[in-house]
């Protein structure tokens, strides 16, 4: 069996609900729900079968698809598609990894796993260890809004059985602690709660380390469950003056978006948890090498995927497989701000025709087989092709 042909698609899929991090500015200058500008990959082989991928939103789409489209022909074309290993490892030596790179690695990876499930007839879990976890309490993300409209959200998600939040504050110390304080007031002292501080460089929530500890120490009054990206980037001395200088857990987001990034953090002391965006760290493989990591230096770290049903599949195949302690919640329900609601069930505006990895009262339960165990919804897909760009096909 060989593969025989490669499809790269372009989609544009609605928001029903935004998702906006610390890092954007506030007040928001639109408070419509963005598009998400997706790719569809399909990898097909000479016998008929194929394997479906797709990641997080891609900024500079074309570029992308026309990075797919070398890879494609580079290193897909002929190959035998269970040497899932040697074609991604190849690619890791065909291409300069980057935090635009990653994500569009993870597309050609989330493929060959689907399609290398369903050659063997297996479940993708099971070729990255077998069922470890059969329900998984979840984390809800709370996005950067006006504090009273985040505790109402809330409310909602935790009455819907969500078992913690992490509230994006922004980078206005004062409002930052209105956000953290009304929201812990609205659903008690006993709610597991995170801050992510998304400190990016040259954004609107840009820390450095003085004033991310007071920040953090200001919230410890409120019981805060950890501190993600409270410096900038590169600032990794200033990952390690928080956690000499705190008690609070500090997590590393942006600072550690691969393998050898998440290697230098754990050298350096850098980091108690670790957030792992599995498109940004570049797919399922990459993400075990990453967690085994973390294992290894026995610290923590959060699973979480950010696309359509095929990268939340893909996320819950990956989540079940790993057994890990629950002191840190995982984020795998961000298909619901594509789609709404507090549940899974009902869904059929996704390009999958069910959500495979369903979410009931704050849970995660383990997807079907084989592959990611997904079903195309193509009249979907054919309704939200994104317009003024041609699908690409690599024969």
């Known amino acids: 069996m060989k ?47 194929e394997g ?7 900024v500079d789409r074309e570029s992308a698809m026309l990075i797919m489209k070398r890879l494609a022909s580079g290193f897909l074309l002929g190959q035998d598609p269970l040497n899932t290993e040697r074609i ?3 690619i890791d030596i065909g291409m300069y990894l980057d935090e635009i790179s990653y994500p569009i690695k993870a597309h050609i990876d989330y493929a060959l796993y689907d399609l290398k499930g369903k050659i063997l007839n297996v479940p993708v879990y099971q070729l ?22 985040m505790a109402e959200k809330a409310v909602k998600y935790i009455k819907a059985g969500f078992h913690g939040l992490k509230v994006h504050v922004g980078g206005d110390p004062k409002l930052a602690v209105k956000r953290f304080r009304t929201v812990r007031e609205a659903v008690g002292p006993e709610i597991p709660m995170g801050i992510d501080m998304s400190s990016v460089t040259g954004s609107a929530s840009h820390w450095n380390a003085h004033d991310a500890l007071r920040l953090i120490e200001e919230l410890v009054q409120y019981n805060i469950h950890y501190a993600e990206q409270s410096v900038t980037t590169y600032d990794i001395d200033g990952f390690v003056a928080l956690k000499r200088r705190t008690k609070v857990p500090i997590v590393a987001d942006a600072s550690a978006r691969s393998v050898v990034e998440v290697y230098q953090m754990i050298k350096r002391g ?12 570049g797919g399922l493989r990459l993400a075990s090498k990453y967690t085994t990591l973390i294992e290894a230096a026995n610290l923590d770290y959060a699973i979480c995927s950010v696309g359509t049903g095929i990268e ?4 819950a195949h990956f989540a079940v497989s790993r057994t890990k302690r629950e002191r840190v919640l995982d984020e795998l329900a961000l298909i619901l701000y594509i789609h709404g609601g507090t549940e899974t069930k009902g869904i059929t505006t996704d390009v999958t025709k069910e959500i495979n990895g369903r979410i009931e009262k704050g849970y995660l339960y383990p ?29």
């Open 3 to 49: 593969i025989n042909r490669v499809e790269i698609i372009p989609v544009d899929i609605p928001y029903v609900n935004e998702f906006r991090y610390s890092s954007m500015p506030w007040p928001p200058p639109d408070r419509r729900p963005p598009t998400g500008k997706f790719v569809i990959l399909k990898i097909l082989t000479d016998e008929g079968l």
């Open 52 to 58: 479906v991928g797709s990641s997080s939103m891609l």
């Open 88 to 90: 991604l490892s190849q």
């Open 128 to 149: 990255l260890g077998g069922l470890c976890r059969e329900k998984i309490p979840l984390e809800w993300i709370l996005v950067m809004d006006d504090p009273e409209a």
């Open 270 to 281: 850098a980091a108690d948890i670790f957030h792992t965006l599995l498109s940004r760290v």
């Open 312 to 315: 939340h599949a893909a996320g």
């Open 367 to 395: 997807p079907k087989g084989p592959g990611l165990g997904i079903e195309l919804n193509q009249e979907v897909i054919d309704r939200c092709l994104a317009p003024g760009i041609n699908k690409i096909v690599v024969q």
